[in-house]
């Protein structure tokens, strides 16, 4: 088991991706910690949910301090907590661009410098973020969320090299395309599952989470030691270029 005993703390983890991640790192030998403010049962039978709104920078704090009371340290940090919005440009308000800032960003920040003091104490650790194709790629009507997930790419980077001195692993997984409840509306649709079909090399469309929890699990490991500031992209081959079937051929 690569993660025997590693306690793991997974923010989000009621999500769709998040659900994935803590049944994978489960079959692996964690011990977890899920964090969600939404309502749900945890994935995995007899771990505690915290309820904590980590756009608050004393909800960040809190929640470290809690974990680390109860389990003793944090040895990995997954960022899976997240919101996805698209507002047409001339609609977008204050509202949508700091909720969007606040939830994939701000937290993820104040979360890692909560953290890495126990993480240093342990001589070492591992952080995973999740970024988006749409941290490199434009996506209409979703200004804020691409924003924002650029934003976690690079900080990304610049932690990774704050923390690498201190033997502290900081990435990222940029997921493409994934099916959860948050996508519904758009993989419950097949006008636009059909077109995004003529533009995937594979031919497919959603992912399903667990290719994101497979991810995780390399960049928890200690497979991934050598890694720092990398934004390791699942995607179905979207970033690899646009399929000749978007243009009609077969």
Not at 64 to 82: A, H, P, S, Y
Not at 116 to 127: D, E, F, I, S
Not at 139 to 148: G, K, M, Q, S, V
Not at 205 to 229: K, Q
Request: hydrophobic share 45%.
């Amino acid at each position: 088991m690569k993660l025997k005993n590693k306690v793991v703390l997974v923010t989000g983890g009621l999500g769709g991706i998040g659900a994935a991640i803590a049944r994978r790192f489960a079959v692996e030998g964690a011990k977890l910690a899920l964090s969600d403010i939404a309502e749900g049962e945890s994935p995995v039978a007899g771990v505690r949910v915290y309820r904590k709104d980590l756009t608050q920078v004393m909800a960040c704090r809190e929640l470290v301090e809690e974990v680390v009371g109860d389990f003793g340290t944090v040895d990995i940090l997954i960022n899976c907590v997240g919101v996805f919005n698209t507002v047409p440009f001339a609609k977008t308000t204050e509202a949508d661009w700091d909720l969007c800032f606040d939830v994939n960003l701000k937290g993820v920040f104040f979360l890692v410098q909560a953290l890495a003091p126990t993480m240093r104490q342990n001589g070492g650790g591992k952080v995973v973020n999740l970024t988006s194709i749409a941290a490199t790629d434009g996506f209409a009507d979703a200004h804020a969320y691409c924003a924002a997930k650029g934003g976690l790419l690079n900080l990304t980077r610049s932690l990774a090299l704050e923390l690498a001195p201190s033997k502290i692993n900081v990435n990222a997984i940029a997921p493409g395309f994934i099916r959860t409840e948050m996508t519904r509306q758009l993989w419950s649709d097949e006008t636009f599952l059909k077109k995004l079909r003529g533009m995937l090399a594979t031919r497919g469309d959603y992912m399903e989470p667990e290719a994101i929890a497979d991810a995780a699990l390399f960049l928890s490991s200690s497979d991934s030691d050598r890694m720092h500031g990398h934004n390791m992209v699942v995607d179905d081959g979207w970033l690899a270029g646009i399929a000749p079937t978007a243009f009609g051929e077969d």
